[in-house]
């Protein structure tokens, strides 16, 4: 914790869009009159019918629904795209910086609208129609970005997959939603490394019998199989079509995507998000809290298969007419100068990473950030995890000079955009806090009983209140979606984080109070991991927890029980490392295997993960009541043989 404050400087304070005056009044409003607050932000995009109600929503467990601006239409790539041909046709929209230095390209408006255009007929033609799923595994090249555009554009609903995930995950999430059409690349390029995408493909392929259509991207020109009838070059099928596609008029309430994201239970969910009122929250925050004014050059490095990628580089940027850089590589490669040199040669303003790659770059020393200039850099930015306040100072410091602010912005998958976080121009930051709620936010702490607690304290993070951008169900499993977020705690949305209000009202997340982890930005479900081990031939049960890493935040700690006869050996461990790798993605990859004769379990043959989080983390001393276990003794096995943090 750091007691640290950083006022707002009077320069933010002249120039940007909301001050703390501002910030107060708008707030206040959109408590008070969400109707009319909410009426007023969404005349941001463009209509093609006007909606008259704007808020629809229960969070009563037996009558939940959510319904943004509901009588609306409108189409979300004509909104990013069509609508800035009239002020901004020769403007770039993305500017694309490839693995290697000597590649980048830029995009103006006027090429996107063109781009995703042909895009779309393309899938016209593979006979993808309105409420379609469409299925992305790209690189992070713009055609991620034109392909997630023209199924907006035709209305059909795109699930992107990050082109980190195994075959195996891949097809969990064809299936799961029932896509028939996928788009990939030959391969992607990664720190000087090809990533076989098409290959992953083809292998997830074998259990996804319902796709008909793969459509392939030429990027690297490697030489990939293509299966007569299934799979098409897409330079080849653009070549066939116009390059001008009559968008579909859409109902706000109408799905726009859906992504995967990892609970404390079971395989991934599909969150889904719909139309008009996501558009509306990804536009504004991404307005509000980057302070995005015209002619801004603007980069978020998170990658478009996770949430951060559609929200905040597609998107938010897109609706508000932005420039928007999009990064296929990686921070340390050529050098750990990278990030700082993409920055000095595109002049970049506004810079939106996570703790993890700041806590990576921070151990190579100030070095290579201060042979660059930064001089452009106005603003910082940074998701997916608590930041430690020795990174949050090291970023304020030496990556921004002392000059620029940053925004911590906390949100999730779920929630569609930013909740809560500085704006810039409005709220002084303290190292480490997410600060305030953005508009239209109410965040409530509670206890485990579900008592709202009051004042300075800590607790559960729940939203009392919806706000547009928020998820609308889990895709083919409504149950699921209530049982997840509005059970717990009645009347109310549950974050599943934990957090401690202080005595300014700040908010501070301490991570997840469930069984999720989050290593290096990115989430993953110990169930997940768990089951991908207990599928190997020589494994009988396994546990996995997170424990306390000092450049992934959390890293995974696995206590593995072998099946009678076989031998706990380097070797084995090694082959399960490489096992979960390969069954779900290098992401998942444990970092510790403990190899376990028994696991600690009560009675009733529950894991007690609370004990195999204190071992994991090394703190022996606090291990709890261990007496209502089935045989306590396992515990002191398990102490004794903590594997070695090396
Ligand atoms: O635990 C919180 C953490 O990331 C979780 C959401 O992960 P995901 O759905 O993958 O979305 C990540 C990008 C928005 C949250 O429940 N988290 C995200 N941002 C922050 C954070 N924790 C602390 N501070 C943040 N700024």
Known sequence: MSNEVFPVSPEWAARAIIDEARYKALYEASLRDPDTFWREEAQRIDWIKPFTKVKNVSFDPKNLHIKWFEDGALNVSVNCVDRHLKDRPDQVAIIWEGDDPKNDRKI????????????????????????????????????????????????????????????????????????????????GLRGGRKIPLKANTDEALKKCPGVTSVITVRHTGGDVAMQAGRDVWYHEEAAKVPADCQPEVMNAEDPLFILYTSGSTGKPKGVLHTSGGYLVYASMTHQYVFDYQDGDIYWCTADVGWVTGHSYIVYGPLANGATTLMFEGVPNYPSTSRFWEVIDKHQVNIFYTAPTALRSLMREGDGPVKKTSRKSLRLLGSVGEPI????????????????????????????????????????AQKPGSATLPFFGVKPVVVDTEGKVLEGETSGNLCIADSWPGQMRTVYG?????????????????????????????????????????NVSGHRLGTAEVESALVAHAKVAEAAVVGYPHDIKGQGIYAYVTLNAGEQPTEELRKELVQWVRKEISPIAAPDLIQFAPGLPKTRSGKIMRRILRKIAEDDFSNLGDTSTLADPTVVGDLVDNRQNKG
């Not at 993808?128 to 609903?157: F, N, Q, S």
């Not at 410091?397 to 912005?409: E, F, H, L, Y």
């Not at 906390?410 to 569609?416: A, D, L, N």
């Not at 984080?497 to 997840?512: K, N, Q, S, V």
């Open 388 to 427: 430690n306040p020795e990174a949050w100072l090291w970023y304020h410091r030496v990556v921004g000079d002392g000059r620029c602010p940053i925004v911590d912005t906390w949100w999730q998958t779920e929630t569609g955009g930013i909740l809560i976080s500085p704006l810039p121009g409005a709220i």
């Open 108 to 187: 103006t408006y006027r090429e996107l609208h063109a781009e995703v255009c042909r895009f779309a007929n393309v899938l016209k033609a593979r006979g993808v129609k309105k409420g379609d799923r469409v299925t992305i595994y790209l690189p992070m090249i713009p055609e991620a970005a034109y392909a997630m555009l023209a199924c907006a554009r035709i209305g059909a609903v795109h699930s992107v997959v990050f082109a980190g995930f195994s075959p195996d995950s891949i097809a969990g999430r064809v299936v799961d939603c029932d896509s028939t059409v996928i788009i990939t690349a030959d391969e």
């Open 477 to 517: 499993d409504h149950q699921r979606f209530i049982d997840t977020y509005f059970i717990q705690y009645p009347g109310m949305y549950f974050t599943g984080d934990g957090c401690r209000r202080d005595a300014d009202g700040y908010y501070w997340i301490t991570g997840r109070v469930d069984d999720v982890l």
